[in-house]
Nanobody, 118 residues
Framework: VQLQASGGGLVQAGGSLRLSCAAS????????VGWYRQAPGSQRSMVAT???????NYADSMKGRFTISRDNAKKTVYLQMNSLSPEDTAEYYC?????????????WGQGTLVTVSS
């Protein structure tokens, strides 16, 4: 069981990126999923979360710019990021609560780097 994050890259300020987080392996259920980010020298912080029912929550600085969504059939969660600024430069990680044969557990994906140039 693993989470694979992708979609990071280099973008100019004001641009957009869409991150994807795909779950693979023997998964019998997907609970809440979230995106987190960590800039150099900073702690990892929440960007956005989405519950299994589709309820979303965003960090204040992302409201109105970022949108989290999920496609349960594809076992994938997306983070659409618009109006990016250099302050959004960070490694972005996805986190998901997954049900496997051993029960519900929290998983982290590897990071995907987002770099926003001014």
């Amino acid at each position: 069981v693993q989470l694979q994050a992708s979609g990071g890259g280099l973008v100019q300020a004001g641009g957009s990126l869409r991150l994807s987080c795909a779950a693979s392996g023997s998964i019998f259920g997907i609970g809440a999923v979230g995106w987190y980010r960590q800039a150099p020298g900073s702690q990892r912080s929440m960007v956005a979360t989405i519950t299994s029912g589709g309820s979303t929550n965003y960090a204040d600085s992302m409201k109105g710019r970022f949108t989290i969504s999920r496609d349960n059939a594809k076992k994938t969660v997306y983070l659409q990021m618009n109006s990016l600024s250099p302050e959004d430069t960070a490694e972005y990680y996805c986190n998901a609560v997954l049900r496997t044969s051993t029960g519900w557990r929290n998983y982290w994906g590897q990071g995907t780097l987002v770099t926003v140039s001014s």
